[in-house]
């Protein structure tokens, strides 16, 4: 059973940073493309970071230089470091994994996904 858990999120005021992560279990993060998404209130849920097998990331506009996605194959272990941060960042963040190796920005690609983390960024 493949099981994936957000931890990290909390309040921050706008300028700050927080480091998400995401414990993986039932699947290797090494075998898996794997994606953060968010879901900011009252909004559809958005594409944020994703990576893949190989280590290559890609990432929405609108975070772009400002997280870094990254990964721990030893502790199967993936982390969205958030620099930066704006008030329109607030949002529940969402860890998901694929059965493929590559990474996307496509939600529908993902078979795997944990219950969210809150991140809230106050100005």
């Known amino acids: 059973q493949v099981q994936l858990v957000e931890s990290g999120g909390g309040l921050v005021q706008a300028g700050g940073s927080l480091r998400l992560s995401c414990a993986v279990s039932g699947r290797s993060v090494t075998g898996s493309g794997m994606g953060w998404f968010r879901r900011a209130p009252g909004k559809e849920r958005e594409f944020v970071a994703t990576?893949?097998?190989?280590?290559?990331?890609s990432y929405a506009d609108s975070v772009k230089g400002r997280f870094t996605l990254s990964s721990d194959n030893a502790k199967n272990m993936v982390y969205l470091q958030m620099n930066s941060l704006k008030p329109e960042d607030t949002a529940v963040y969402y860890c998901a994994a694929r059965r493929s190796l590559s990474g996307s920005y496509i939600q529908r690609d993902y078979s795997y996904w944990g219950q969210g983390t809150q991140v809230t960024v106050s100005s």
């Open positions: 990576i893949s097998w190989n280590g290559n990331t």
